[in-house]
């Protein structure tokens, strides 16, 4: 059920405290002030944030919101000219956005897809000790925390439960087993009251048939954020930089193959690591098929020496598999820049390629 007024209007509200420099919260917001009659809260609204546009050095954005004010006749019509003086001062002036924080899930929708997005979603009062996610079970519905903090923690094969991290407002989980269908990977436990926004995969697949430009940008970036978390939980990156975790969540890419699916490494500049799944190389010695398992984490590529499979090996996706596929240019300058990547690449290789050959356990 979607959304009513008050509760969008409740959702926005919480959004607004998470990312009150954002455009695509703040905008629909003061309308649905003025739609409720509330004009006093909306041009109040405004006025704030003509004041952080201003001091962001976003000055166009700024006298756009000083029009709002004057349409809905603000009384400080003192401060409503001096921002609008300094902002035309300031026209061609840069400015610096590192520090502002943006709701990125929407940021490249238009307002009201936006709006219509979020309308989709369902309002759920979470109580502290309560698990909204479990580890390992499969369900095709994400989160987006409107108010409170929540634990994210999974437990071991041993049965020692481990902390991950924190989320907080404006923060969302889940989005990688809603779009692709995986297992939970973790659990997520309530650490206080906790309101979040909970939507159906439908959501996106409605977004793109309705909006596909729009529909296409949501999925890159979740896309792109499923690759920042392999960045992360690979070991062969334990030692990368940020910003290099950022230059290869931008430049990779994700490809899905269903099982019994051949995906040999096309020819181009490229390495690959299984980011979901299995898949199974095989060689013939002597007249029989010698197979190895690759599973999650696994590296090859034909474009490097390095990471080229034994000759005339296939590679067979044994059950359904998300592989990244990485410009070689990345392995290239991280094998340059960190000792770590490259000794445990040439680690990996070497029991990769004796397991093809028969000679050691699957990897």
Known sequence: MALNEQELTYAYQGLLHAFPEDLHI???????????GDNEAARDLAMDMARRMLALGYSTYALAFITICEQLKHPDTDEIESIKTMAELTL?????????????????????EA????????????????????QGEISRKFYLILDGTMRVHVKTRSGQDIDL??????EFFGEFACVYHLPRTATVTASSKV???EFDNEVITE?????????ESLMGFVKRRMIASVSHAHPIFTDIEDVDRTWLADEATLVE??????????????FYIIAFGKAKACIKIDGKDQCCELSVNALFGNASEVLKLPDEATLIATERCLVCKVPLT????????????????????KTRNDCCKGKTKPV
């Open 195 to 197: 309101t979040v926004l």
């Open 115 to 134: 709006k219509d997005f979020l309308r989709k979603g369902t309002i759920l009062e979470v109580q502290k000790g309560e698990s909204i996610v479990k």
């Open 92 to 112: 061609s002036a840069t400015h610096q956005d590192d520090d502002v924080k943006m709701f990125e899930l929407i940021e490249t929708l238009s307002d009201s």
């Open 165 to 170: 991290t924190n989320l907080q407002k404006g």
């Open 207 to 215: 977004l793109v048939d309705t909006s596909p430009e729009a529909g």
């Open 257 to 270: 193959y269903e099982a019994g699916e051949s995906f040999l490494p096309e020819k181009g500049d490229y």
């Open 330 to 349: 990345i392995f290239d300058a991280f094998s340059k820049a960190y000792g770590g990547f490259e000794h445990w690449v040439e680690k990996h290789v």
């Open 26 to 36: 703040a905008r629909p917001m003061i309308q649905m002030l003025q739609d409720r």
